[in-house]
């Protein structure tokens, strides 16, 4: 079963510090890893797409790694401002019969205090 | 035009009510999505649709009638709901191929009473 599991669960850090969230992943076959940031209330926003032949990206502050090995990717958050504040989600695709489904991690709650 | 666009934002409706959600994108993508999310929880795929067609049902109660009239629009038409359907309902939109970014629009917030 196609699983996508992110820690931790939860954060709080304080305004300016940098922070590192994790997404292992067993989504198989792999198509493209997806973060998005999600504030309470609305609809998740896309941070950066990977695919199985890139291992970083960067949109920003925001940078993600992809180890496709070790199904592994982390996002880091550098310089965290209060508005980072949200909810951070992984989202794996994989291929089934030619569609494309997208697996969703439960996400990992951040909150930046000034 | 990046955006993909619900209506309403909120929704109360009674369970014996029959009611419509709406959405709407104009960047010509041609897969639509309906998701469902409870608080703090991950949204759950329900439906798609690529080139109009409904291409996966995830299972979803017939309570829930989905609907592509053209490219553009997706509707998700609710009947006797229950109150445990409460939640946010988020459509979005993308390519119909691989490594392609899903745009999201903002959700309908539903209450079921």
């Known amino acids: 079963k196609n699983q996508v599991e992110q820690s931790p669960q939860s954060l709080i850090i304080l305004e300016g510090k940098n922070c590192t969230l994790q997404?292992?992943?067993?989504?198989?076959?792999?198509?493209?890893l997806r973060w998005y940031k999600q504030d309470t209330g609305r609809g998740p926003v896309s941070l950066t797409i990977?695919?199985?032949?890139?291992n970083t990206k960067s949109n920003g502050r925001y940078t993600a790694t992809l180890d496709a090995d070790t199904k592994q990717s982390s996002l880091h958050i550098t310089a965290s401002q209060l508005s980072d504040s949200a909810s951070y989600i992984c989202v794996v695709t994989g291929t089934s019969g030619g569609s494309y489904i997208p697996t969703f991690g439960r996400g990992t709650s951040l909150i930046v205090h000034p | 035009d990046t955006e993909v666009t619900q209506t309403p934002k909120h929704l109360v409706m009674g369970m014996t009510n029959k009611k419509s959600l709406k959405c709407e994108q104009h960047m010509g993508h041609r897969a639509m999505y309906w998701y469902k999310q409870k608080a703090k929880k991950p949204p759950e795929l329900m439906f798609v649709y690529s080139y109009e067609k409904l291409s996966i049902n995830e299972s979803v109660p017939s309570r829930f009638s989905p609907e592509c009239p053209n490219s553009s629009l997706l509707n998700l038409h609710l009947h006797a709901l229950q109150p445990e359907d409460s939640a946010l309902y988020l459509c979005a939109s993308s390519q119909v191929r691989e490594n392609t970014e899903a745009f999201f629009g903002q959700g309908t917030r539903l209450t079921v009473v």
């Open positions: 997404c292992n992943y067993t989504v198989s076959p792999f198509s493209n």
């Open positions: 990977m695919t199985f032949s890139e």
